[in-house]
């Protein structure tokens, strides 16, 4: 069984991991990915925003990189998130095991599934991130010395701009705990192709009006560690009972294109 690690901002390798990279061609672009050598083979890696962030998040290939870890076999993945806090209850350096997502992405290829030769489906997003891994997460994050809040909506917004005061107070209003700029169409496009996906988020900083100017903290390297290993193991651990992601898309038009 091959799981998938994708990493956000200030996670750009796995550490300790040996990888060898690779270009995945998929029919929506390449695709950069890092496979575990020796005994981590059944691991590939993402960075989202490239090795070097050079990929801002609007123009992120979600498309290509869900695409790759398909092709590769890969049926389950772990996305990191960092995040801003929009709430005084999610502090910066909270970890969050997220349930939820408002999305307020525009201008971006957000399906597989554009009609024609591509096919017609709809993916239902009930719950857009699976609940069965992430249920597997919160059981081993003591062992590993996490303390993980077990729910979370995450909000999406376009950026690269961060958000004015007065969006934060509405993202807050409608029910957002933190706010970032990647979870989508990731996690739908990840549900598109019936890939187990769950996610975690860690806030690196108060959204815009809840300090008095944007402060970053970075996550401390013992810490990262942890998560990672936290991560990997409940991917390869998890049962997935009677989970729906694998069979959640309804085709109206069915696909004639891989």
Request: aromatic share 6%; charged share 20%; glycine share 10%.
């Amino acid at each position: 069984m091959t799981v998938a690690i994708i990493g956000g901002t200030g996670l750009y390798q796995m550490p300790g991991l040996e990888t060898e990279s690779q270009v995945v061609e998929t029919r929506f672009g390449d695709a950069l990915v890092f496979v575990g050598k020796g005994n981590s083979q059944d691991l590939v890696f993402i960075p989202r925003h490239g090795p070097d962030h050079s990929t801002p998040p609007h123009r992120i290939n979600y498309r290509a990189n869900v695409k790759a870890l398909e092709q590769l076999g890969v049926k389950r993945v772990l996305a990191i998130f960092a995040v801003g806090s929009l709430t005084l209850d999610v502090p910066p350096h909270s970890l969050i095991a997220l349930d939820q997502i408002l999305d307020f992405t525009h201008d971006r290829p957000n399906t597989f599934y554009d009609g024609g030769a591509s096919g017609v489906g709809h993916a239902d997003m009930t719950e857009p991130f699976c609940p069965a891994l992430r249920d597997a997460l919160l059981a081993r994050a003591p062992d590993h010395g996490l303390n993980i809040r077990p729910r979370g909506t995450y909000v999406c917004a376009n950026g690269p701009r961060f958000e004015t005061a007065a969006e934060v107070r509405l993202f807050a209003q409608l029910g957002g705990d933190v706010v970032g700029m990647t979870g989508m169409p990731e996690a739908a496009l990840a549900r598109e192709l019936g890939i187990h996906y769950m996610a975690l988020a860690h806030s690196i900083n108060w959204a815009a009006g809840l300090h008095e100017q944007v402060e970053l903290v970075t996550m401390a390297m013992e810490i990262q560690a942890a998560m990672l290993q936290l991560g990997v193991e409940s991917l390869r651990a998890a049962t997935l009972g009677k989970c729906k992601c694998e069979n959640a898309t309804y085709f109206v038009y069915p696909p004639r294109e891989s």
